[in-house]
């Protein structure tokens, strides 16, 4: 496949992308090549991936109890102007709090989660579409929502043993929807008196008081020491999640697990599992955070975004994104090939915000008119042959859909294609005007037509034409 490059990205996105790379770079995260392909799975149980399309991501934790501080990250000291590079940079959205580690610790004690209901979330997600769902199992803050016999903090110590991650579980086959669960390796806890809790590495190192300490070089000995408690941590908190809940459709790691399980094992355990890249340097597919590729990934790849303004964790203003911004970003995934993953976070007492469910509504009701545009389709010429992103279907491959996204001009072209047959919206069949010129298509949607959300325009060809 040729390189092909993505439109410019926006300069807000653009910084957003720095401070994800910081980020991975703490937690042993290389950044992926767009160029370069991921295996995939091939055990039949896990090609539902490769056409999956949309992903929901549910961040959660003891953050919550706070509403105001990013999950296990509002830990890490920040410069004291901090807050305006952030709303400068961001919006004043993502302007959070910073905790020392010990009282970020400290909500475990009010981490009660009276009205958690998977199933509300699952239901809603589902009949807005999403195929797969993704639940933060651990963060890098240590907090286990299962009862793991590993590790200090979590709902064994705090919640007396209460299992959200099988309330998770349970509530994704009840609705058909493909279970994800995500595991930081990183543990901030678990590492709390060997680390500095300042961001970026810079000196003096700061303790979980966020006052100076020293931090001698471990010896070879306590190196090895702590490698092997680490590994046995690690690899027992992964075998419980894949061996305690039935069939695991998909593992998100979050950062490098200095080979505590391999990812054998991890296959030993749940044959049929599609395994993310980002414990091991590799996996079944590639990932990109809070930044569109900037070139075509060939394989599985996903791409996941903030809808929750922000931050990951829950954040009381409860501001997301529009729906016309997601449905945006996911024309232009599926127009690549990949998965979208978009992440929601519920509150401290396990609740979605009144606007999540607006948004999910908004999206269903999309859905039932241009399903047919984002899924079971194939890439279509974008950029190169087309002014905004177009899918192939492939039950037809002589029907095209053309996203014009909310941000896109009301005339757009596909250059190097034959005469179509007709030309209509997706959602009602009403014809648009066109017209056809030196193998170019030129396509007007009125302003009447037009909407916030993405615009689906249909293209039937009396036969295939060329995709490349």
């Not at 055990?43 to 109890?65: E, K, M, S, T």
């Not at 090895?224 to 046995?232: G, H, I, N, S």
């Not at 070139?295 to 829950?314: I, S």
């Not at 009602?428 to 325009?457: G, H, Q």
Request: glycine share 8%; charged share 20%; proline share 9%.
């Amino acid at each position: 496949m040729p390189y092909i490059k993505a439109p410019p990205t926006p300069p807000s996105t653009s910084a957003l992308a720095d401070e994800v790379a910081g980020q991975h770079a703490q937690i042993g995260i290389a950044a992926p090549s767009p160029a370069a392909s991921a295996a995939g799975a091939t055990h039949p149980d896990a090609q539902w991936f490769g056409d999956a399309g949309l992903g929901i991501f549910f961040h959660w934790g003891i953050a919550a109890v706070s509403g105001q501080a990013e999950l296990s990250w509002s830990m890490m000291a920040r410069p004291e102007n901090q807050r305006s590079k952030v709303a400068e940079k961001f919006g004043y959205a993502s302007i959070q709090k910073t905790l020392t580690p010990e009282a970020y610790w400290a909500q475990a004690e009010a981490f009660q989660p009276r009205f958690y209901d998977p199933h509300k979330w699952i239901a809603a997600a589902k009949r807005a579409g999403f195929r797969y769902a993704v639940f933060t199992t651990k963060h890098h803050d240590g907090y286990a929502l299962w009862p793991s016999a590993f590790g200090d903090l979590g709902t064994r110590t705090h919640m007396n043993s209460r299992d959200l991650v099988a309330d998770f579980v349970n509530a994704c086959r009840t609705h058909d929807v493909k279970v994800g669960l995500y595991y930081s390796p990183p543990d901030w806890r678990l590492r709390r008196h060997r680390m500095s809790f300042r961001y970026g590495g810079v000196k003096p190192a700061f303790d979980t008081f966020h006052q100076p300490v020293e931090l001698p070089p471990a010896s070879e000995t306590e190196a090895a020491k702590d490698l092997a408690l680490f590994q046995r941590h690690v690899r027992g908190q992964v075998e419980e999640l894949l061996t305690r809940y039935g069939k695991i459709d998909m593992i998100w790691f979050d950062g490098h697990g200095r080979d505590a399980i391999s990812i054998g094992r991890i296959r030993e355990l749940q044959p049929g599992i599609v395994i993310s890249p980002r414990a091991h340097g590799a996996g079944d597919y590639k990932t990109f955070e809070c930044a569109f590729p900037p070139a075509r990934p060939e394989g599985w790849w996903e791409y996941c975004h903030l809808w929750a303004d922000g931050a990951w964790g829950y954040l009381e203003h409860e501001i997301y994104k529009p729906a016309g911004w997601m449905l945006a970003e996911l024309s232009k995934t599926r127009a690549w090939g990949g998965n979208f993953l978009p992440n929601v976070a519920p509150d401290a007492d396990g609740q979605l915000p009144d606007v999540c469910y607006k948004r999910l509504a908004q999206l269903g009701a999309w859905m039932n008119k241009n399903a047919p545009a984002v899924r079971n389709v194939s890439p279509g010429p974008w950029p190169e042959k087309s002014d905004a992103p177009v899918t192939i279907s492939r039950d037809d491959p002589r029907v095209w859909f053309l996203h014009a996204l909310a941000t896109s001009p009301d005339t757009l072209g596909i250059r190097g294609v034959p005469c179509p047959q007709s030309v209509t919206m997706l959602r009602d069949d009403s014809p648009l005007s066109w017209d056809y010129s030196d193998l170019s298509l030129r396509i007007t949607i009125p302003a009447s037509l037009r909407t916030t959300l993405t615009d689906v325009v249909r293209i039937s060809w009396s036969s295939i034409p060329p995709s490349s």
